[in-house]
């Protein structure tokens, strides 16, 4: 019900960034969360950054001070700003959206940070 296109993933060096989108197939209005996670090599896919209908973020540990989650109503499309990236940093990201209840994943885009 919910269909998510993801773009942005490349491969950057360490320090550097990238910017993640997500846009969504439906009014990001209707939408209580829509979320980034990531998923590395031999790791639990685990949640990134999340920004709330009504606007509160919340961002892992792990990425907070470098990650920025922001929306944009109006283009229903949600970013990930990717500063002072790290090779831990690596993985494939996806954009989530928690839509009555249920979870909708995009296709994923990869991210390295390697020299």
């Known amino acids: 019900q919910v269909q998510l296109v993801e773009s942005g993933g490349g491969l950057v060096q360490p320090g550097g960034s990238l910017r993640l989108s997500c846009a969504a197939s439906?009014?990001?209005?209707?939408?209580?969360?829509m979320d980034w996670y990531r998923q590395g090599p031999g790791k639990q896919r685990e949640l990134v950054a999340r920004?709330?209908?009504?606007?509160?973020?919340f961002y892992a540990d792990s990425v907070k001070g470098r990650f920025t989650i922001s929306r944009d109503n109006a283009k229903n499309t949600v970013w990930l700003q990717m500063n002072s990236l790290k090779p831990e940093d690596t993985a494939v990201y996806y954009c989530?959206?928690?839509?009555?209840?249920?979870?909708?994943w995009g296709q994923g885009t990869q991210v390295t940070v390697s020299s």
């Open positions: 439906r009014s990001i209005f209707s939408i209580s969360a």
């Open positions: 920004i709330t209908s009504g606007g509160s973020t």
């Open positions: 989530n959206a928690l839509y009555h209840g249920v979870n909708y």
